[in-house]
């Protein structure tokens, strides 16, 4: 009976640690490694536009996942879903998401990605169609122009 017991509770042990999720936001890694680094990245992660996640270079080099201040690169599904999700959001910068999956090493196996409403207080502010200048808005990424986006 306890030999049964303790592979019940093994099966469940294994199949919940198979499977996690994260929420947070998604970028292109072009841009991730310029910020991984940056005390101010969530500024950053919270105003990358769809235009420039989208840019050629961009989808081919795949998406991360910025979550509770981690960085987690995402598999071939998660990065086909990540363009999916940029295309169909309602947004035009800073994509929200929930993705369930494996995490293995720091590489997420997608399961599932969910854009999902931002917690209040972290859409980017505006004034009138201006968005207040970010920390970000200076740095030499936007000097190159192949990382100019549109």
Request: charged share 20%; aromatic share 10%; hydrophobic share 35%.
């Amino acid at each position: 009976m306890l030999i049964g017991s303790a592979s019940i509770l093994a099966s469940a042990v294994a199949a919940w640690a198979g499977s996690s999720s994260w929420t947070g936001y998604l970028i292109d890694r072009p841009c991730a490694r310029s910020y991984r680094d940056d005390p101010g990245a969530l500024d950053y992660v919270r105003h990358h536009t769809r235009n420039c996640a989208l840019m050629a270079p961009c989808r081919t080099a795949g998406y991360v996942l910025f979550a509770g201040g981690a960085w987690y690169d995402l598999d071939r599904k998660g990065n086909e879903l990540s363009v999916q999700t940029i295309k169909a959001s309602s947004r035009s910068r800073g994509f929200f998401v929930t993705v369930s999956g494996e995490l293995v090493g720091k590489t997420i196996r997608v399961k599932e990605m969910k854009e999902v409403a931002e917690p209040s207080g972290q859409r980017p502010q505006s004034r009138g169609h201006l968005l207040l200048e970010p920390s970000w808005s200076k740095s030499a990424i936007w000097a190159d122009p192949k990382w100019q986006c549109g």
